[in-house]
Protein backbone atom coordinates (compact mmCIF):
# COMPACT_ATOMS: atom_id res chain seq x y z
CA UNK A 1 0.00 0.00 0.00
CA UNK A 2 1.65 3.29 -1.03
CA UNK A 3 1.74 5.84 1.48
CA UNK A 4 2.24 10.03 1.09
CA UNK A 5 3.45 11.84 4.52
CA UNK A 6 3.96 15.71 3.77
CA UNK A 7 5.28 17.40 6.33
CA UNK A 8 6.84 21.52 6.49
CA UNK A 9 3.81 23.60 6.15
CA UNK A 10 3.37 26.51 8.51
CA UNK A 11 2.98 29.72 8.51
CA UNK A 12 5.85 32.49 7.01
CA UNK A 13 6.09 35.73 6.35
CA UNK A 14 5.67 37.31 2.20
CA UNK A 15 9.20 36.51 0.76
CA UNK A 16 10.36 34.47 3.27
CA UNK A 17 10.86 30.41 1.87
CA UNK A 18 9.66 26.50 3.46
CA UNK A 19 10.58 23.33 2.16
CA UNK A 20 8.06 20.72 2.34
CA UNK A 21 8.65 16.93 2.32
CA UNK A 22 6.81 13.95 0.90
CA UNK A 23 7.49 11.11 2.68
CA UNK A 24 7.26 7.86 -0.07
CA UNK A 25 6.45 4.30 1.22
CA UNK A 26 4.98 1.35 -0.04
CA UNK A 27 6.57 0.74 -3.18
CA UNK A 28 10.21 0.83 -5.00
CA UNK A 29 9.33 4.53 -6.87
CA UNK A 30 11.95 4.80 -9.58
CA UNK A 31 9.12 4.19 -11.95
CA UNK A 32 6.94 6.98 -11.10
CA UNK A 33 6.03 10.41 -11.02
CA UNK A 34 5.53 12.14 -8.20
CA UNK A 35 3.36 15.59 -8.10
CA UNK A 36 2.43 18.48 -5.88
CA UNK A 37 -0.89 20.25 -5.82
CA UNK A 38 -2.45 22.69 -4.19
CA UNK A 39 -6.12 23.90 -2.90
CA UNK A 40 -6.62 27.31 -1.20
CA UNK A 41 -10.09 28.37 0.48
CA UNK A 42 -12.75 28.25 -2.44
CA UNK A 43 -10.72 27.00 -5.00
CA UNK A 44 -10.08 23.76 -6.68
CA UNK A 45 -6.87 21.77 -6.38
CA UNK A 46 -4.39 23.12 -8.66
CA UNK A 47 -1.28 21.15 -10.19
CA UNK A 48 1.76 22.93 -8.86
CA UNK A 49 4.91 20.93 -10.05
CA UNK A 50 5.63 17.22 -10.76
CA UNK A 51 8.64 14.99 -11.14
CA UNK A 52 9.73 11.95 -13.04
CA UNK A 53 11.19 9.42 -10.34
CA UNK A 54 13.30 7.83 -12.81
CA UNK A 55 15.34 10.74 -15.08
CA UNK A 56 14.58 13.57 -12.72
CA UNK A 57 12.50 15.35 -15.79
CA UNK A 58 10.60 18.32 -14.24
CA UNK A 59 7.67 20.64 -14.88
CA UNK A 60 6.22 24.00 -13.16
CA UNK A 61 2.75 25.39 -12.87
CA UNK A 62 3.67 29.73 -14.44
CA UNK A 63 2.63 30.66 -11.24
CA UNK A 64 5.62 29.11 -9.64
CA UNK A 65 8.05 28.94 -12.02
CA UNK A 66 11.49 30.47 -10.87
CA UNK A 67 10.49 30.64 -6.66
CA UNK A 68 9.99 26.44 -6.13
CA UNK A 69 12.04 23.53 -6.57
CA UNK A 70 11.58 19.85 -6.56
CA UNK A 71 13.93 17.72 -5.89
CA UNK A 72 13.88 13.73 -4.64
CA UNK A 73 16.20 12.06 -2.74
CA UNK A 74 16.39 8.31 -3.31
CA UNK A 75 17.76 6.98 -0.69
CA UNK A 76 15.02 8.01 1.46
CA UNK A 77 11.90 8.12 -0.49
CA UNK A 78 11.59 11.72 -0.39
CA UNK A 79 10.16 14.20 -2.33
CA UNK A 80 10.79 17.93 -2.09
CA UNK A 81 9.34 21.05 -2.61
CA UNK A 82 11.62 24.19 -1.57
CA UNK A 83 9.47 26.96 -1.94
CA UNK A 84 11.10 30.84 -2.06
CA UNK A 85 9.91 34.19 -2.30
CA UNK A 86 6.48 33.46 -0.91
CA UNK A 87 3.34 35.36 -1.43
CA UNK A 88 -0.03 35.39 -0.32
CA UNK A 89 -1.55 33.44 -3.22
CA UNK A 90 0.58 30.67 -2.19
CA UNK A 91 -1.43 29.58 0.97
CA UNK A 92 -3.04 26.57 0.69
CA UNK A 93 -3.23 23.11 1.69
CA UNK A 94 -0.23 21.86 -0.43
CA UNK A 95 -0.61 17.82 -1.17
CA UNK A 96 1.55 15.64 -2.57
CA UNK A 97 0.21 12.68 -5.28
CA UNK A 98 2.34 9.66 -6.99
CA UNK A 99 1.41 7.74 -9.79
CA UNK A 100 3.66 4.68 -11.90
CA UNK A 101 5.07 6.04 -14.68
CA UNK A 102 8.06 7.94 -15.91
CA UNK A 103 5.91 11.12 -18.06
CA UNK A 104 4.84 14.42 -16.38
CA UNK A 105 1.18 14.37 -15.41
CA UNK A 106 -0.53 17.71 -14.39
CA UNK A 107 -4.23 16.46 -13.76
CA UNK A 108 -5.61 15.38 -10.65
CA UNK A 109 -7.62 12.21 -12.00
CA UNK A 110 -3.92 11.26 -13.19
CA UNK A 111 -2.68 10.29 -9.90
CA UNK A 112 -3.68 7.26 -7.62
CA UNK A 113 -1.85 8.04 -4.00
CA UNK A 114 -1.92 11.32 -2.05
CA UNK A 115 -1.20 12.44 0.96
CA UNK A 116 -3.60 14.46 3.56
CA UNK A 117 -1.56 17.45 2.87
CA UNK A 118 0.11 20.05 4.69
CA UNK A 119 -1.16 23.58 5.26
CA UNK A 120 0.98 26.64 4.06
CA UNK A 121 -0.16 30.38 4.89
CA UNK A 122 1.67 33.49 4.10
CA UNK A 123 1.07 36.57 5.29
CA UNK A 124 1.48 39.88 3.55
Known amino acids: QVQLVESGGGLVQAGGSLRLSCLAS????????MGWFRQAPGKEREFVVA????????AYADSVKGRFTISRDSAKNTVYLQMNSLKPEDTAVYYC?????????????????WGRGTQVTVSS
Open 97 to 113: AARSGSSIYYFIRQYDY
Open 26 to 33: GRTFSSYT
Open 51 to 58: ISWSDGST
